[in-house]
């Protein structure tokens, strides 16, 4: 949902982002004859920060020191039931767009990086490493499905006259994640998570959404950190 006014130069933003926790509840892997199993041997984990994960069972998470982070990917995908938001050729332009860019793209998965540096530093208790290995957990990530609540910025006519817009949020997209070992290449877990944007009515802009982005990905990788502290700390998940 959003407005455009007709007063000032606008900048459409990336998206505005926050990791939304499930449940306050200890996260539990499902167990007995119910039990969600994946085709890979992974369980359901009830309670889960994160919209959807799944663990293998006795995983001893002490022996992974090292971390090696495989470079995220950051793509314009959509499931195969995806609809399109309708443009508005009138109000949005002849050339609207929901897709962000390449150097948008680009942009978000290096700052995944660089947030995956700036919060695994030396006074935590990993290592990243640039390479496979013994006691190495392998993380890759992608991000995809991304929705925006506004055409891409330099795409709206807003842009090029003097508009601005305004939006109840600012979209969402899908972070997927899967932990493997770095010597078998086993599949440990895995995860996905919608991340939306905040419900309140702001301009959309781009210098406010691209430090929401920032703060979303310190975040999630902050939380993963947590997360993998306290499995290691216990032994299992």
Known sequence: MRKTYATSTSIAGLLLLTIVGCSSAP?????????EITKDGLVKVD???LELSYVKPGVNWRQYTKLY????????????DYRAPRID????????TYDLPQESLDKMAVQFSKTVQDV???????????SKGPNTLIVETA???????APVEK???????????YTQNSGSMVLLAVLKDGQTGDVLAKAADRAMGFDQWRQNTKVFNWGDVKTVYRRWVTDF??????????GTP
């Open 27 to 35: 996260a539990t892997l499902q167990q007995g004859p119910d039990a």
């Open 47 to 49: 309670n889960s920060k």
């Open 69 to 80: 982070f495989v470079p995220t990917k950051v793509t314009n995908d959509h499931p195969a």
């Open 89 to 96: 050729r009138q109000t949005d332009g002849a050339f609207a």
């Open 120 to 130: 695994f530093n030396s006074e935590q208790p990993f290592e990243l490493v640039s």
């Open 143 to 149: 991000v995809s499905d991304i929705r925006l609540s």
């Open 155 to 165: 795409s709206r006519r807003s842009y090029n006259s003097m508009g601005t817009t």
């Open 225 to 234: 950190k947590n997360a993998l502290m306290t499995a290691a700390a216990e």
